[in-house]
């Protein structure tokens, strides 16, 4: 069963075995810590320096922003996995 990495409209980034309603999906891997390896190289850290973020969400002035930030990590991240699967 593959792994999921999710943001929500905030552009925190979660994992799970599934998708939250309120979320829209990162990326899929059957290795979580490879997953998470992968989506924490491409993601800022928050002040805390434990939450994720999806660099360009938090300072998007519209949703077209936030959705253009969701597909560059996407793309960033598929190229990533498809590296590390070679």
Known sequence: MPFIAY???????????????????IARHLNIDRLKTVVSAVARHAYDNQTL????????????????AMFSITSAIAVRLKEHAS
């Open 53 to 68: 973020l999806v660099p360009g969400i938090p300072e998007a002035v519209d949703g077209d922003d936030a959705l253009d």
């Open 7 to 25: 943001a929500d409209r905030g552009g925190i980034i979660g994992f799970g075995i599934r998708c939250p309603p309120s979320a829209l999906p």
